[in-house]
């Protein structure tokens, strides 16, 4: 194990639903990321929290909407989704953002969303 | 725009064979490169980081190549086991100005079998 948990690991919702996905990470680390994994396609990066400030959103459609309370736990609240946001949702801790730079990153093992 | 590219797409290989994992980048400048390996139904997991001085660099089994020159890297895998099945994604990150940006490749798909 990683050191990075997500729940649940798989999700079945319809387009009206609001879910959350939970990420914890036991590490120690400052820095936490959400990715999404679609079939085929390189992982996209989502969001970026240092310090529990959020760094960087890479043009996210707002149904989705992160949540990092500490540096340990991180959560992506989703509503209104579509089906091609079917994917597998990655979460990721890192050490730190020092000077910016993404430091080795520890993933947690996944959550399978489906969006029917 | 930043790039990058593995090849091949799948590979399927006989245990105990040793087998290439390709990547080629387009990203500038250059930070480093990271070698993952994902098991169906896992996150990734890091098998290496190399920067820009470092041409070789091992981990068990695995022994990954960095031409800055070309933009080239390798993942070689040596006497491999059942275990190697998984995604080997090439990961580069580049850094400029302040602003810093992961770009991954697509994976190469690896399946060996007895």
């Known amino acids: 194990e990683t050191g990075v948990t997500q729940t649940p690991r798989h999700l079945v919702m319809g387009m009206t639903n609001k879910k959350s996905l939970k990420c914890e990470q036991h590490?120690?680390?400052?820095?936490m990321y959400w990715y999404k994994q679609s079939a085929k396609k390189p992982l996209e990066l989502m969001f970026v929290y240092s310090l529990e400030e959020r760094v960087e959103n890479n043009s996210v459609p707002s149904r989705f909407s992160p949540e990092c309370p500490n540096s340990s736990h991180l959560f992506l609240h989703l509503h209104t989704l579509q089906p091609e946001d079917s994917a597998l949702y990655l979460c990721?801790?890192?050490?730190?953002?020092?000077?910016?730079?993404?430091?080795?990153?520890?993933f947690g093992p996944g959550t399978r969303l489906t969006v029917l | 725009k930043n790039q990058v590219e593995q090849s091949p797409q799948s590979l399927i290989i006989l245990e105990g064979k040793n087998c290439t994992l390709q990547?080629?980048?387009?990203?500038?400048?250059?930070?480093?490169l990271r070698w993952y390996k994902q098991d169906t139904g896992r996150g990734p997991v890091s098998l290496t980081i190399m920067t820009f001085s470092e041409n070789t660099k091992s981990n068990g089994r695995y022994t990954a190549t960095l031409d800055a020159d070309t933009k080239q890297s390798s993942l070689h895998i040596t006497a491999s086991q059942l275990s190697d099945s998984a995604s080997y994604i090439c990961v580069v990150l580049n850094s400029g100005a302040g602003s810093y940006q992961l770009t991954f490749g697509k994976g190469t798909k690896l399946s060996v079998i007895p």
């Open positions: 990547c080629n980048y387009t990203v500038s400048p250059f930070s480093n």
């Open positions: 590490l120690g680390h400052n820095a």
């Open positions: 990721a801790s890192s050490p730190r953002l020092a000077g910016g730079v993404y430091n080795e990153q520890f």
